[in-house]
């Protein structure tokens, strides 16, 4: 309790600085809120993938934990695991491995997330880049053939050892060029290759209406973020494809095709709305939001030789977050407008 | 018709949010009555209960008091004189510590039980055909300070400076906080005292028209008020509904969602033609200026934790321990004592306080209300969203503590209102008001 306690003539009270009442809503049950909305990707990931996607899960989840846990204790700082920021790393962590990450991958993941990205800068707060995406783009550079084994999804099947080494929607694309290895209904339920929880649009959908009922996130950064992606794909492909009606629908549809591809879905619900490295204010969301989206269009039209370009763009932005942050300040109640000295921000 | 015009168009002040059991809490004593409360045997009486020059005392040990009487003068500008609440004798005059944590020097009386009145009050039978200089100097001699908890005085408050034309008389009955409801009495019992008052202060400003700003949540005390502006066939003042929000009882808030003007970064209401007022200050100037008395009693509300909660008329001086006394006392579990409302207000060590000008409730609070532990800033923004100033108090925050005094300034510390909402929905149970209020504290000592 922060309360102190005072010592009066007729008996004890407790006193602390106004206000006296509190909301309810804790950096815990915010957390909490937020595996739960993982709850639907990570479950359609094991029903698509089987129980080696729960393996992976686990491995990550306690990795995570494990390491918040130890590095507080040796660091002797204020335990928080209970805080369950540790486990929102270790399962978004998961959603960005591929459902065959061998154990030890998971592990150094969890690890490399929480010591060398979270808690080296200080701990839940500090950190200037996503912990999940970090480590996902280190495991990226130093393991990328266990990183891009992508496996066929065999939804039901719960035996998950044989592994069928397949491309993902986006890198098939590239190889063949169109038609569309797989239909739009595919890629929005999910049983298409890829990493174990970005598959589903639709679970991590059902994510993002729980985060809006419960307030913990607000809609800027996705909906800006994936309507970025939308728009200029649509106009990428609607230059080269729609000369008539039909060839406008077909553009539609390649743009949604890309839109609904890869780790867009969950990087821009989960992903690029950390609190702590994405801005404060709602035009800040809004550029964030937009920045991711153009900077992934670059990556996936632009660089055939890499087709993921989700976690990177995120990075990108979470860099930008702290400068993003300094420009959106609110102006004040009652501010006036365009003072000269305004420029100056928070020194 | 006039209610229908001023409510077209809501203004909706920036950030707010709705405490949660406010309602509840409210109904706790929005059915209480005011009850006068009885003045006990011994009073203290601090000489300074308002914002600006402290008194100096008038008396001295062993003088006998009357109702009424002066007990601390005033030479400065921005002061107000104490009035003795009842009659008896000056027991001493000796510091007595009040919850901000500073030793006032203060005036203790035995009370008499005779309440025999000084009879130099004089009841004024036509205030309305004295000079708005002649009322203010009766405001002044009475004491009367802003009754809502800033205490600043009302005869200053009224004083429209030269080059600045006043045309809005804003009537202050939000009554925000959780708990207190001895506004929302006070409009409910004393509505043509409110009129009277209202009218009155309107004609010392020249005034073309008086806005009284209730909340929804108080649909009887807006019939109240409508009903007494209808009596007296007023057309100058109606009534604003404002939807509930916290905290729309700030000067600023209050004034946007009732006229839709914004007061300027650093410059008072009077600039863009408007005096906010407080409803009790309202009723006690009309009480002023018709019988002279000065200001020496006010409604207060004892709720949360104790066995019957009430609302009471109190002479000023009584101390907080007997209103809660006279309420049952304490429930067993009541673990804080807050003076004002649970927002803004002051926790105490002891309930041996007086009751000031400017303390409207004291509210006993359970466990439950325990502060959690602080935990770092995870950047959610929710302190920003609600912000009614627009202030990233969490910036504010991180400057104050790492004593970096001219970035917080620069972030704009110095405008915020202390309303407490950004530690309120803080998930990491930051002191984020506190830490603005140390910023407040600093900045005008270490930035130039």
């Known amino acids: 309790m922060q309360s102190i306690t005072l010592r009066g003539a007729a008996g004890s009270w407790n006193a602390s600085p106004s206000p006296h009442l509190r909301d309810n809503v804790t950096t815990r049950g915010l957390m909490r809120d937020v595996c739960v909305a993982l709850l639907p990707a990570l479950a359609c990931g094991v029903y698509f993938f089987g129980w080696q996607a729960l393996r992976v899960v686990i491995a990550c989840a306690v990795s995570a934990v494990a390491s918040e846990y130890i590095y507080q204790k040796l660091a002797k700082k204020t335990a928080r695991v209970n805080d369950l920021s540790a486990l929102v790393t270790g399962l978004l962590l998961a959603c960005n491995l591929p459902p065959t990450a061998p154990w030890w991958l998971c592990a150094v993941g969890g690890a490399v997330a929480i010591v060398l990205i979270k808690q080296i800068y200080g701990g839940i707060g500090q950190n200037f880049f996503n912990p999940a995406l970090g480590a996902r783009a280190i495991l990226m550079i130093s393991w990328a053939t266990q990183m891009t084994t992508a496996m066929a999804a065999q939804p039901g099947v719960m035996t998950g050892v044989d592994t069928v080494a397949i491309a993902t929607p986006l890198a098939m694309k590239y190889a063949d060029a169109s038609p569309a290895p797989f239909t739009i209904t595919q890629l929005f339920l999910g049983n298409i290759p890829g990493m174990l929880g970005e598959t589903s649009k639709l679970a991590l959908l059902a994510g993002f209406a729980y985060l809006l009922a419960r307030r913990v996130i607000t809609w800027h950064i996705p909906v800006t973020f994936i309507g970025t992606v939308f728009i200029l794909f649509t106009i990428k492909t609607g230059v080269i494809y729609a000369l008539d009606a039909s060839g406008a629908a077909e553009s539609a549809q390649q743009a949604l095709y890309q839109t609904l591809s890869g780790g867009l879905f969950l990087g821009a619900i989960f992903m690029a709305t950390d609190y702590v490295t994405s801005p404060i204010h709602p035009w800040g969301k809004a550029v964030m939001g937009f920045g991711c989206g153009l900077i992934l269009f670059v990556i996936r039209a632009f660089n055939p030789a890499y087709p993921e370009g989700c976690s990177f763009a995120i990075l990108l932005m979470n860099l930008l977050t702290p400068l993003i942050n300094r420009v959106f300040r609110p102006r004040m109640f009652g501010e006036q407008p365009a003072k000269p000295k305004e420029v100056k921000g928070g020194a | ?448």
Request: net charge positive; glycine share 8%; hydrophobic share 40%.
């Open chain 2, 1 to 448: 018709m006039f209610s229908a015009v001023a409510a077209a168009r809501e203004y909706r002040f920036p950030g707010g949010f709705h405490p949660r059991g406010c309602e509840q809490a409210k109904a706790l004593t929005s059915s209480a009555p005011l009850t006068p409360f009885a003045p006990s045997d011994r009073l203290i009486l601090p000489l300074s209960q308002h914002i600006g020059a402290p008194g100096e005392p008038l008396v001295a040990k062993g003088d006998p008091l009357a109702v009424g009487q002066v007990i601390a003068s005033i030479k400065a500008y921005v002061s107000a004189p104490v009035h003795s609440s009842v009659s008896g004798t000056v027991i001493d005059i000796a510091p007595c510590m009040l919850p901000s944590g500073v030793a006032v020097p203060s005036v203790i009386v035995q009370n008499d039980y005779e309440d025999r009145w000084d009879p130099s009050i004089t009841a004024d039978d036509s205030p309305e055909s004295r000079t708005p200089a002649r009322l203010r100097e009766r405001i002044r001699e009475g004491g009367l300070v802003g009754m809502g908890g800033a205490a600043f005085p009302t005869a200053v408050k009224l004083n429209v400076p030269e080059g600045h034309a006043v045309d809005t008389l804003l009537v202050n009955g939000v009554e925000c906080e959780p708990y207190l409801t001895c506004d929302h009495r006070s409009m409910l019992e004393r509505a043509d005292e409110l009129i009277d008052g209202a009218t009155l202060t309107r004609v010392i400003l020249g005034a073309k028209r008086v806005i009284f700003g209730i909340e929804t949540n108080k649909p009887d005390a807006i019939k109240s008020v409508r009903d007494a502006i209808q009596r007296r066939n007023i057309p100058e003042c109606t009534v604003a509904e404002l939807p509930v929000r916290y905290p729309q009882g700030g000067e600023k808030q209050l004034i946007y969602a009732a006229t839709g003007r914004k007061v300027p970064i650093g410059s008072l209401p009077v600039s863009i033609g408007v005096v906010v007022l407080n409803v009790a200050t309202t009723i006690q100037v009309s009480v002023t200026l018709r019988t002279g008395k000065p200001f020496i009693e006010r409604a207060f509300t004892v709720t949360g934790r104790v066995r019957e909660p009430r609302n009471l008329v109190v002479r000023l001086g009584t101390l907080v321990s007997d209103l809660v006394d006279a309420c049952g006392g304490l429930q067993p579990d009541a673990v804080k004592l807050v003076l004002g409302g649970p927002m803004m207000g002051v926790a105490l060590s002891r309930l041996q306080i007086p009751v000031t000008k400017g303390s409207s409730g004291v509210i006993a609070l359970g466990a439950e209300d325990d502060i959690p532990d602080e935990s770092p800033c995870i950047h959610c923004g929710r302190c920003t969203r609600v912000c009614p100033m627009k202030l990233q108090t969490t910036m504010i925050d991180m400057y104050v503590r790492k004593r970096r005094y001219e970035a917080a300034k620069a972030a704009g510390v110095m405008n915020c209102i202390e309303c407490g909402a950004c530690a309120y929905v803080c998930p990491a149970k930051r002191q984020l008001t506190q830490m603005c209020r140390v910023g407040k504290r600093m900045v005008p000592l270490l930035v130039k």
